[in-house]
């Protein structure tokens, strides 16, 4: 039996997370590091953006908006071993 909470770990239970994700398995929360795997539930590529099913906003250049407002900075992955030539 936990009598003692003296671990550091955060943990506020009044944050609603909506629950969006009907699959099964259940997706990756936003929480996550691998909260990209999640189904996008819309995708507005004219916008360029999607919205995940864990509520997380996908943006085209690879940034994210998580549901309790965090920005992930783009991240997409540079091509390895391109040089760059003098033109
Ligand atoms: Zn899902």
Redesign the pocket.
């Known amino acids: 039996m936990e009598s003692t909470s003296a671990d550091g770990e955060t943990y506020t239970p009044q944050r609603k997370t909506p629950k ?4 099964q398995p ?2 990756p929360t936003a929480e996550s590091a691998d909260r990209e795997a ?2 996008p539930l819309v995708h507005f590529p004219e916008q360029g953006w999607s919205l ?3 509520g997380v906003l996908l943006f085209e250049d690879t940034g994210e908006l998580l549901p309790d407002g965090r920005v992930i900075a783009p991240h997409r992955p540079l091509t390895a071993g391109r040089i760059t030539t003098a033109a």
């Open positions: 969006m994700c009907q699959h259940p997706c999640a189904q995940l099913c864990n």
